[in-house]
């Protein structure tokens, strides 16, 4: 089993920045890759970044230049630093961990991010 604590989330006015944590533990030598997800109200949950064992990242075309994907395997955390926030960034953000030879899925419980304008 793979545990995620997400931490970092808050308020934060239009054009602002935020940095999310996500740390592991458990099974941590099984997880492949691990990424960000954010579900708005009334919407479906969808990818942010995303970032494999080797460091490799790849991101949502929207936040392409704004947010960047990082990791500290030392630590067992990924990072989202979130820059030029905008008030359509405000969501539930859920750290994602892809574990195991299935590629089983591990989620962290949320953090609330919200953007005023």
């Known amino acids: 089993q793979v545990q995620l604590v997400e931490s970092g989330g808050g308020l934060v006015q239009a054009g602002g920045s935020l940095r999310l944590s996500c740390t592991a533990s458990?099974?941590?030598?099984?997880?492949?890759?691990m990424g960000w997800y954010r579900q708005a109200p009334g919407k479906q949950r969808e990818l942010v970044a995303y970032?494999?064992?080797?460091?490799?990242?790849n991101y949502a075309h929207s936040m392409k230049g704004r947010f960047t994907i990082s990791r500290d395997n030392a630590k067992n955390t990924v990072y989202l630093q979130m820059n030029n926030l905008k008030p359509e960034d405000t969501a539930v953000y859920y750290c994602?961990?892809?574990w195991g030879p299935g590629g089983l899925d591990a989620w962290g419980q949320g953090t609330l991010v919200t953007v005023s304008s």
């Open positions: 994602n961990a892809a």
């Open positions: 458990g099974n941590i030598f099984s997880i492949n890759g």
């Open positions: 970032i494999n064992s080797g460091g490799i990242s």
